[in-house]
């Protein structure tokens, strides 16, 4: 396995305010990389500056060898890297079919478009049946599936995923992220999510990092970092239940 994504001590702010400050990471190329931490912290700063959307002040962005700091968002599309943002950002009086296709703009294989509609329909059926509904009209949930389909239908390398979770109901976000690892597993999709509930993430990802105020504070395995005291108690909310109650906890999981 090869490092896909390298993001070397990048600083990055908003008018005078540093946001992050010297964020290293790797991702290995099919690979789920968590990146954990409260609100405030930076993670959605870090996806902005990874797509293009906002220029690191320093440090460098390297996919497969090539430097991208410093492409527009439409270039970076174009390498293969996908954006689901925070709060999904769709359009809400198209229907779901054109939210879908918009993802597709930069590609010309119209029979392979059509294919991979079909694909996002089989990950999400019932977003099938919704196809000609505009997109506004569905629940939070199916919104976040039309925004992750959207990224697909690029066909990218790499999806970055920001607040999966956010505002949907437990068994929502246990239906997404089962897709999530299905995405991962079958098509080998390398994907970076950013999350605030470490519980989920943790679960589904091989490897994590930690973000407090702007900087990389803890990055370990998956595993690893269910089982430190630190990322249990503050970020699972488990105290003094030991390595052997995480482990216990961890076996009744499903998603991996």
């Known amino acids: 396995m090869s490092h896909l994504l390298e ?4 600083e990055t702010y908003y008018g005078a305010t540093i946001a ?12 789920i990389v ?18 293009g959307l906002m220029d690191p002040q320093k440090g460098s962005v390297t996919f497969e060898g090539h430097d991208i700091q410093k492409l527009d968002p439409d270039r970076v599309v174009r390498m293969g890297i996908s954006l689901v943002p925070e709060g999904r950002e769709l359009f809400p009086f198209l229907s779901v079919r054109e939210n879908l296709q918009l993802g597709a703009y930069t590609r010309r294989n119209h029979a392979e478009t059509i ?38 239908m690029a066909r990218p390398k790499v999806i970055l995923l920001d607040e999966p979770s956010l505002g949907l109901s ?12 299905r995405i991962n597993r079958d098509s080998g999709t390398t994907i970076v999510l950013v999350e605030q509930n470490a519980n989920v ?36 909310g488990i105290k003094d239940k030991g390595v052997r109650g995480v482990r216990r906890w961890k076996k009744r999981k499903t998603w991996r």
């Open 7 to 10: 993001v070397r001590n990048i």
């Open 115 to 152: 294919s991979d509609l079909e694909q996002v329909f089989d990950y999400f059926p019932s977003l099938k049946s919704r196809a000609s509904r505009p997109a506004g009209m569905l629940s939070g949930g199916e919104q976040q599936m039309v925004a992750i389909g959207r990224a697909l």
């Open 170 to 181: 437990p068994k929502l976000v246990k239906e997404i992220f089962e897709i999530i690892v």
């Open 20 to 31: 992050i400050r010297g964020v290293s990471f790797d991702v290995t190329e099919g690979q």
């Open 201 to 236: 993430a943790l679960q589904v990802a091989h490897y994590g990092y930690v973000l407090e105020m702007g900087r990389i504070v803890m990055a370990d395995s998956a595993q690893a970092l269910l089982e430190k005291d630190d990322v249990r108690e503050f970020y699972l």
């Open 34 to 51: 968590a990146v954990l931490g409260a609100n405030g912290a930076g993670k959605t700063t870090v996806l902005k500056t990874v797509s």
